[in-house]
């Protein structure tokens, strides 16, 4: 059967650590494809607590994730919560494979995502029905992750990777911290230079 790996996140703005991540869960699953889930903005400045000065306009996060596409023929763009088709995780995975017409998709996440997945929208029905890729960071404690009753009890649907330590301090914090100083050094070390060719584009760096 047909694997497709699913990221979502806010690529606010896409990091070298996006690309990793996701072509080492890629690689670790045989899927046939990947697919690139952004998040609207309301999920940022709701669940993620972004202030408004924080966010890149979803026009030029979309033109960046765009290009990725353009560049991994293997890789897809979602856009169905930015178009408010879907209105949570669940919804979207299960209109994913549908339309894809596969039962199985890895949805990657960091592991401090294990904490708050029992708040996510229909958290029971999300985790018995789905394959979640966790990717650990080097200074995670695995025994505790392992004993959370969330993941004794669903255990079965998750898979823990680690993609590397090497990638543990490429984030979009971090680009986001450089382009309020104008540090081009540090952006062009943390993404790509397409990237920084659209934020330059849409005068935002």
């Known amino acids: 059967m047909d694997r497709i790996v699913l990221l979502g996140g806010t690529f606010n703005p896409l990091s070298k650590a996006h690309d990793r991540i996701l072509r080492f869960a890629k690689s670790k699953t045989d899927a046939r ?3 690139l889930l952004p998040a609207p ?29 353009q560049r991994h ?4 763009l979602e856009t169905i919560e930015v178009d408010e088709k879907t209105h949570s995780t669940y919804e979207s995975l299960n209109y994913l494979k549908e339309k894809y017409e596969t039962k199985i998709i890895y949805f990657v996440l960091g592991t401090e995502k294990i ?26 404690d695995m025994k505790a992750i392992l004993a959370n009753p969330l993941v004794i009890q669903y255990r079965q649907n998750f898979r823990f990777l680690d993609a ?12 986001r911290e ?13 993404t790509f230079s397409y990237v920084v060719d659209i934020l330059k584009e849409d005068n935002i760096l």
């Open 115 to 140: 904490s708050e997945l029992n708040r996510w929208h229909e958290s029971d029905r999300l985790l018995s029905e789905n394959r979640f890729l966790m990717m650990r960071r080097h200074n995670d």
């Open 33 to 35: 494809e990947a697919i």
């Open 164 to 175: 590397g330590e090497d990638i543990q301090e490429i984030s979009s914090t971090r680009i």
């Open 178 to 190: 450089a382009l309020r100083h104008k540090d081009l050094k540090t952006i062009k070390a943390l």
């Open 73 to 76: 023929k293997d890789t897809l």
């Open 41 to 69: 903005d309301t999920f940022m400045n709701s669940w993620k607590g972004f202030e408004e000065s924080d966010i890149l306009p979803l026009k030029t996060r979309l033109k960046i994730l765009d290009k990725y596409c």
